[in-house]
């Protein structure tokens, strides 16, 4: 079998990825852990995309999958095509877009040092000509060593802040990989079947799930509560 049709067997994989995901940030309010990671905040915002075929439901709400129509499409067949992702860990927050079928980060929002300075996400730089129009003062002459000084400064700045975007961008790949695989290890189990599809079929169908009781069976391999 050649690579291509692999591929294009195994799409549906990042489907149910996205839709364990989609099911576990609900039924956990928001909180996922890894062994390696802690805990931490991801839930479905502003943007969710089901198919089957040609058929497709897209929704753009501050929190999409809570609507009836998210929950009407996966009883019609149709499973998450994309999504946009909100993750809150280490004091920090981060958005995304995820394709589910290649499991490709779209979007990718990240704060660094820069934009916390400033608390909008731009930096924002006055001209010493502007602040000496506005005081009524004559603009003067800029000493050399001075401006020098300040380009050094803004380079640091600019480097910092690159530096810490590119920890922030593995780290959060790091997260990614981790879950992928803690759902493939879930995904070939014994519990997928036993615990997992059941409270699926049941929170798809708008049926209360007890949280709790899912995720301990989920962890003994037994059945949960309604």
């Known amino acids: 079998m050649q690579l291509i049709d692999l591929v294009e067997k195994r799409r549906f994989v990042g489907r149910e990825l996205l839709l364990w995901l989609w099911m576990e940030s609900e039924l956990s309010e928001a909180t996922l852990s890894t062994s390696e990671h802690g805990s931490f905040g991801l839930w479905i915002e502003k943007k969710l995309v089901l198919s089957l075929g040609e058929e497709s439901t897209r929704i753009s709400a501050p929190m999409p999958g809570l609507g009836r129509e998210a929950k009407e499409a996966l009883q019609r067949g149709q499973l998450p ?114 615990v997992i599809v059941p409270t699926m079929k049941r929170w798809a169908a708008g049926e209360h799930v007890d949280g709790d009781a899912y995720q301990k069976a989920k962890r003994g391999g037994g059945k949960t509560k309604r």
């Open 81 to 194: 095509e994309a999504a946009g992702i909100r993750i809150a860990w280490k004091d920090d927050e981060t958005a995304l877009a995820i394709d589910a079928e290649s499991f490709a980060v779209r979007g990718l929002k990240l704060r660094t040092l820069l934009d916390k300075a400033n608390g909008d996400g731009e930096t924002t730089t006055f001209g010493g000509d502007l602040v000496d129009e506005m005081s009524g003062k004559k603009p003067g002459r800029p000493k050399k060593k001075k401006v020098v000084d300040e380009e050094r400064e803004r380079d640091l700045e600019e480097e910092a802040a690159f530096q810490e975007r590119m920890t922030m961008t593995r780290e959060l790949e790091d997260l990614l990989a981790t879950l992928y695989r803690d759902f493939l290890a879930l995904r070939l189990s014994k519990t997928w079947g036993a």
